[in-house]
């Protein structure tokens, strides 16, 4: 009966602690590792449907081999 009491609990242990922490060391990563990918779907997401816009404009602008040509072409030189 005495031995019982002063044994520590459980929860004290070395090996509980070490293994609490690993488990709460990885459960952070996953969660910094998920709004991670997430941050990175909706950037993309974004660049998409800006990349369709400007593949619109690029239809328009660039139909005369690029924005270079489109530039020189509208530059007057006066000889």
């Given at each position: 009966v005495?031995?019982?009491?002063?044994?520590?609990?459980?929860?004290?242990?070395?090996?509980f602690l070490l293994?609490?922490?690993?488990?709460?060391?990885i459960l952070?990563?996953?969660?910094?590792?998920?709004?991670?990918?997430?941050?990175?779907?909706?950037?993309?997401?974004?660049?998409?449907t800006g990349k369709t816009i400007s593949n619109m404009e690029e239809s328009v602008t660039l139909d005369n081999g690029g924005f270079t040509a489109l530039e020189l072409n509208s530059r007057h030189l006066n000889i």
């Open positions: 005495l031995s019982a009491q002063t044994e520590a609990p459980f929860y004290e242990e070395w090996w293994v609490m922490a690993l488990s709460s060391l952070i990563l996953l969660v910094v590792f998920a709004l991670v990918l997430h941050g990175q779907s909706k950037k993309y997401k974004n660049c998409s």
